[in-house]
């Protein structure tokens, strides 16, 4: 399938332009310890005019589902055979601890409706359907390692099934405080603000992060497309970015793969720590694939002398495998080819 | 004593939609710029299904008030005045 | 691509109505609704629920929710057969929940709220209670495996994942549909958008006052048709079709229209190959709110024509929000299999707006094909289709 538009909302702001900013300008130190995304990247009166109540989880998705959409150069026709598909580890975490409020200060019979009906982990997909018009089919799914990778392959699956022909998929993750505070309990936090992928520690460090990416996908190959999704690897790619961020354990099994001789690249540092980060490097990776531009990785220490890219730069280049390590249980990865 | 019940009517007036711009976080208005006599749904301040029942959340948290039949609740919530006088005559706090 | 029939070779349930099928279908010829105050947690409200009774529940470090999955997923893969032969194939797992999901964990909350601290086992049980995870480790199985959190349309949701996997061969055996069990979240929560009933619920009919609440689980073993064979296991069923639409009307309100529920039968249909005169009953989504009900109701007789049989079983195990597809794609599954469907219960008096009736007594079912519908939530319509043989 075919990546036709991409939409990010992360700390560095909103557009695909944003993000080709933050590759090229590289590591920034995280505000508070956590790559938020700021208040003002979620003012958009005329995309969110119809969500006053909307919470940030659904506005964050919202904004990259719409500009993915305006991305794609594709117009309205689409509208009528659009699905949605939205991943998320934790779901709207943070609303869901503002119901909890409620329940412990008012008692659970005079709890906001309004709030518990935004802290249900498919509301996001709601207002993108809303917001869009897309009355095609619409799902959430949920998973904690792989649920951005679970909701690329359903959306093959759809497109060869012909369920619709254009959709948009994608991953949103929030950290607010009690997540922050989680990840202070579970993780290894860097002191010095910086995730170092190619350390490939058994305890590696983390910096929390939020944000959401959306891709339009479609069997067919659009005027403004990024790159195609492989439904099988053949083969060795280009390069290799890895999603080592901290945030699911032991990256000793990023190592074989980096000392490979096939260059290998990790933006993580620029994204923050997400469960659902892959679909952050898919982003980066199809941007490098649409402007035949590699992007240094933005920190480069590299005690085992990794092929790492370290210059940006024009390079041409077929393909690029996203790969993401489980606590060296389980492995994936996404071919994107030119 | 009517200049009394219209001193109240006025302060619940006003604190009415002070409670609902901020808890149906109504964008692009103020309080000020509501009209006591605004219709809240359909026309006016075009408010739906789930303001109504955030609304009748409102009442209970801040004028200890309960209104559990939403056919009642039509009635009452028909505009800011409908729905302050109802606090009047009804409220406990 | 697999372009071959799909069949439902095994099935597991649990609810307020029994533990199993067989102790299910029990109930429904007694026509017993086990509706009664809360008893699982504490709360100030006093709506009627349908809790499962007597579930073995020490196990602090394991959510009940995955506690009654593991029950109809047993269940499941005794009766289809897969005990001695998971390891041979590959299995995928598509489980709808909604709680199962959230960390809201009340304890836990409160504790960080006053402290700024607090102990960590009720998130280390969240983090290993994905709910399709959790299931596909117990079983030891490699497959895809993900939880669909479509609100109250995620088990039908799940299966038609599952249906999506076997087509695009990326496994030959799912198992797929729903749990939850009830929490005093969605209780509350349910409770404030002023949709859940002080009585019993009834749903279709003209006096129905909302819903009310459920927990449970329900499963099916999908698999291509090849593969069942291959093993030697014999089935008459079949999962012939899926629809999704979306409403893209509203949060909470179902589009009055009912266009959103008539697009995902359409597809279903489609996909099976059938016309609506061919379908013998509806096992409605039913949740007795009047929004839900008369849309609903409308579409299924716009759809179907007056003569259509169908019901609701949420009469019997409430709302279970999550497991509700699993379950209900059971119940339509085993209704089929005995070729008899029990009355709606709860449904005394016809309702005008909505035009047709659910079924009043148990009926005699002859016919091939039947549906299962779910409405969501945020907008989702979804439908399944199955045969029998």
Same mark, same amino acid.
């Given at each position: 399938m075919n990546i036709a538009g991409i939409g990010v909302v992360f700390n560095r702001g909103r557009g695909v332009q944003s993000l080709e900013t933050a590759l090229k300008e590289g590591w920034v130190p995280p505000e508070n310890s956590v790559y938020s995304v700021p208040a003002d990247t979620l003012k958009d009166k005329s995309v969110l005019k119809e969500m006053r109540r909307a919470d940030d989880f659904s506005k964050m998705a919202c904004l990259a589902a719409y500009?993915?959409?305006?991305?794609? *150069?594709?117009?309205? =026709?689409?509208?009528?055979?659009? *699905?949605?598909?939205? $991943?998320? $580890?934790?779901?709207?975490?943070?609303?869901?601890?503002?119901?909890?409020?409620?329940?412990?200060?008012?008692?659970? $019979?005079?709890?906001?409706? =309004?709030?518990?009906?935004?802290?249900v982990h498919n509301a996001a997909a709601s207002y993108i359907a809303l917001v869009l018009g897309a009355r095609g089919p619409t799902l959430t799914v949920t998973q904690f390692a792989y649920?951005?990778?679970?909701?690329?392959?359903?959306?093959?699956?759809?497109?060869?099934?012909?369920?619709?022909?254009?959709?948009?998929?994608?991953?949103?993750?929030?950290c607010g405080t009690v997540m922050e505070y989680i990840c202070r309990q579970k993780l290894r936090l860097a002191e010095d603000g910086k995730i170092k992928p190619f350390l490939f520690s058994q305890t590696p460090c983390a910096v929390p992060g939020e944000g959401s990416v959306f891709f339009l996908v479609t069997e067919g190959k659009t005027e403004k497309r990024y790159c195609s999704v492989l439904a099988q690897t053949v083969g060795t790619p280009d390069m290799y970015l890895l999603d080592s961020d901290g945030m699911a354990g032991d990256e000793k099994y990023y190592l074989k793969m980096a000392k490979g001789g096939i260059p290998v690249a990790s933006y993580t540092p620029i994204f923050g720590s997400m469960l659902t980060v892959s679909s952050f490097s898919c982003a980066a990776a199809a941007l490098m694939l649409k402007k035949q531009r590699h992007y240094a990785s933005p920190v480069q220490d590299n005690p085992f002398g990794a092929n790492i890219c370290r210059l940006t730069e024009e390079k041409e280049t077929e393909s690029v495998a996203c790969v993401r390590h489980n606590c060296g249980i389980e492995r994936s990865q996404i071919t994107l080819k030119r | 004593m009517e200049d009394r019940k219209e001193q109240d009517l006025a302060e619940i007036r006003k604190k009415l939609k002070e409670l609902l711009v901020t808890n149906l976080n109504l964008e692009d208005i103020k309080p000020e710029q509501i009209k006591d006599d605004e219709i809240?749904?359909?026309?006016?301040?075009?408010?739906?299904?789930?303001?109504?029942v955030e609304i009748v959340v409102?009442?209970?948290?801040?004028?200890?008030?309960?209104?559990?039949?939403?056919?009642?609740?039509?009635?009452?919530?028909?505009?800011?005045?409908?729905?302050?006088?109802?606090?009047?005559?009804?409220?406990?706090? | 691509m697999h372009s071959g029939n799909v069949v439902i070779s095994g099935m597991g349930v649990i609810s307020s109505c029994g533990k199993n099928i067989s102790e299910t279908l029990d109930t429904f010829v007694a026509g017993r609704r086990n509706g009664a105050q809360?008893?699982?947690? !504490?709360?100030?409200? @006093?709506?009627?629920?349908?809790?499962? !009774?007597?579930?073995?529940?020490?196990?602090?470090?394991?959510m009940r929710t995955l506690k009654l999955a593991f029950i109809a997923v047993k269940e499941a893969i005794e009766n289809g057969g897969l005990g001695d032969v998971l390891h041979d194939f590959r299995i995928g797992v598509c489980?709808? @929940? @909604?709680?199962?999901?959230?960390?809201?964990? @009340?304890?836990?909350?409160? !504790?960080?709220?006053?402290?700024?601290?607090?102990?960590?086992?009720?998130?280390?049980?969240?983090? !290993?209670?994905?709910?399709?995870?959790?299931?596909?480790?117990?079983?030891?199985v490699r497959g895809p495996s993900c939880a669909v959190v479509n609100a109250c349309s995620s088990g039908t949701d799940a299966i038609g994942v599952g249906l999506s996997w076997l087509r695009a061969d990326l496994c030959d055996i799912v198992i797929c549909g729903g749990a939850d069990e009830l929490n005093c979240v969605p209780l509350a929560g349910f409770g404030s958008l002023g949709v859940v009933s002080d009585s019993l619920c009834k749903p279709f009919d003209k006096e129905r006052s909302g819903l009310n609440l459920g927990e449970g689980a329900g499963v099916i073993v999908i698999e291509k048709e090849e593969i069942c064979r291959k093993r030697g296991k014999k089935t008459e069923l079949f999962l012939q079709g899926y629809g999704l639409a979306a409403d893209a009307y509203h949060l909470t309100a179902p589009r009055p229209d009912g266009s959103g529920l008539e697009a995902a039968l359409a597809r279903a249909m489609d996909e099976a190959g059938i016309k609506p005169a061919q379908v013998a009953f509806v096992n409605a989504h039913g949740t007795a709110t009047p929004d839900n009900d008369l849309v609903e109701g409308k579409v299924l007789s716009r759809v179907f024509g007056s003569g259509i049989k169908f019901l609701s079983t949420k009469g019997y195990t409430g709302h279970t929000l999550g497991a509700a597809g699993g379950i209900e794609a059971v119940f339509t599954a085993v209704g089929l299999r005995e070729g008899w469907i029990p009355q709606s219960a709860g449904f005394e008096k016809a309702d005008d707006a909505i035009g047709i009736s659910p079924v009043i007594q148990k009926t005699v079912i002859s016919g091939q094909y039947a549906i299962s519908t779910s409405l969501a939530f945020g907008g989702n319509n979804s439908a399944i289709v199955i045969e029998k043989e």
């Open positions: 500009d993915g959409f305006i991305d794609s *150069g594709l117009g309205d =026709t689409v509208k009528s055979s659009l *699905g949605i598909i939205l $991943a998320t $580890a934790f779901g709207p975490h943070v609303t869901t601890f503002r119901f909890l409020d409620d329940i412990l200060n008012y008692g659970d $019979a005079n709890v906001s409706p =309004t709030i518990f009906s935004h802290s649920s951005f990778h679970q909701a690329l392959i359903i959306a093959q699956a759809w497109l060869w099934e012909r369920r619709c022909e254009y959709i948009l998929v994608g991953s949103i993750d929030q | 809240l749904f359909g026309e006016g301040l075009g408010l739906d299904s789930l303001d109504a409102l009442l209970q948290r801040n004028f200890d008030l309960d209104v559990k039949n939403m056919t009642e609740g039509k009635k009452i919530f028909y505009s800011v005045d409908t729905l302050a006088r109802y606090i009047l005559e009804n409220r406990k706090r | 809360v008893s699982l947690f !504490k709360t100030d409200l @006093t709506y009627p629920v349908f809790e499962v !009774k007597d579930l073995i529940d020490s196990d602090v470090n394991t489980l709808g @929940t @909604t709680v199962a999901s959230q960390l809201n964990d @009340t304890d836990f909350y409160s !504790k960080y709220r006053e402290t700024g601290n607090a102990p960590m086992h009720s998130v280390e049980r969240y983090l !290993k209670g994905n709910l399709a995870e959790a299931v596909a480790e117990r079983l030891g």
